[in-house]
């Protein structure tokens, strides 16, 4: 049984003025997300601004997402790391605060051979009773899961179900579906691929775009999956300039920018992160503007 089917967000972390979690505003940026028809949210991840959050803040939001989301919809919690032990304190801490799944991105910086991928994955799986998805997303973290590897992994651990697969590499993704055949839930990891994994065999996306687009997001994955190939192909082609304008600077700047642009208020980023260039904003507005998303 997948986790979900569909367009899960991979959610923004919003600060005060003061650069604090701004539970308030994720309360209602949470609801936004379940009133316009996203699948699950996913808490904590790469967009989440995870990387700066301290270890109590990550369990808080994981929390408190949770309470808020009320079983209304799946919550998902980023609980990867680079060290194994944390990324396990992370995902039991997740499971006490009633996470429906967790998410594990690939070891950074020190990366892992194949073989301490396998490793990895199965030490923290193994630590907990929750449905866990891989994050393949070899451009951030310097580490690519391989199909093979994948596959044993889907094959050997029984709660490790999905893969979000970020890679871009679409023969790396065909050649997964064929070696797992079924045995994991292939997620697009990119918002401008989620036709062609659907296509493979994927169920969903965990999406960058769905922030500011969540229903047009969730209508590219229902319209594919209850057969409207071509009205879901539309969908995904209009919405290419705007996944392209919101990865015009590295992630999340640009979709945090694009809230405050439409008016959400969700503050600013944590360094090493800066805002985004002049330049880029003004396109960005401009291809909000173009796809109905400002008001003014």
Do not use: W
Not at 53 to 81: D, F, M, N, W
Not at 208 to 237: C, F, M, W
Not at 282 to 288: A, H, I, P, Q, T
């Amino acid at each position: 049984m997948a986790i979900f089917k569909g367009s899960g967000v991979a959610i923004i972390t919003p600060f005060t003025s003061d650069n604090q979690v701004d539970y308030d505003k994720l309360g209602e940026l949470i609801d936004f997300q379940v009133e316009n028809g996203t699948d699950s949210i996913i808490i904590c991840g790469t967009t989440g601004e995870s990387s700066t959050l301290s270890h109590e803040e990550h369990i808080a939001c994981i929390r408190y997402a949770v309470e808020k989301t009320a079983r209304r919809i799946p919550v998902v919690a980023g609980t990867g790391s680079n060290c194994t032990e944390t990324a396990i304190y992370l995902s039991q801490e997740a499971q006490k605060a009633g996470a429906d799944g967790i998410l594990l991105v690939t070891p950074y910086y020190n990366k892992a051979t194949q073989n301490g991928l396998i490793r990895h994955f199965t030490a923290i799986a193994e630590s907990v009773e929750l449905p866990a998805i891989l994050y393949n997303v070899p451009s951030r973290t310097g580490c690519n899961i391989l199909p093979e590897t994948a596959a044993k992994l889907a094959f050997d651990v029984t709660n490790i179900v999905g893969i979000k697969e970020a890679s871009g590499n679409i023969s790396q993704i065909a050649q997964l579906a064929a070696l797992a055949d079924g045995k994991i839930d292939i997620y697009s990891g990119n918002d401008d691929q989620i036709v062609p994994i659907l296509s493979l065999g994927g169920i969903g996306v965990i999406s960058v775009l769905a922030n500011v687009a969540p229903r047009q997001t969730h209508d590219i994955v229902a319209e594919y999956l209850a057969g409207n190939i071509d009205q879901s192909r539309k969908l995904q082609l209009k919405a290419l300039a705007l996944s392209n304008a919101l990865f015009s600077e590295v992630n999340p700047i640009p979709v945090k920018a694009a809230l405050n642009m439409m008016g959400y208020q969700v503050g600013g980023l944590r360094a090493p992160l800066t805002e985004m260039e002049s330049q880029n904003q003004e396109k960005l507005r401009k291809v909000l503007a173009e796809y109905g998303l400002l008001t003014d």
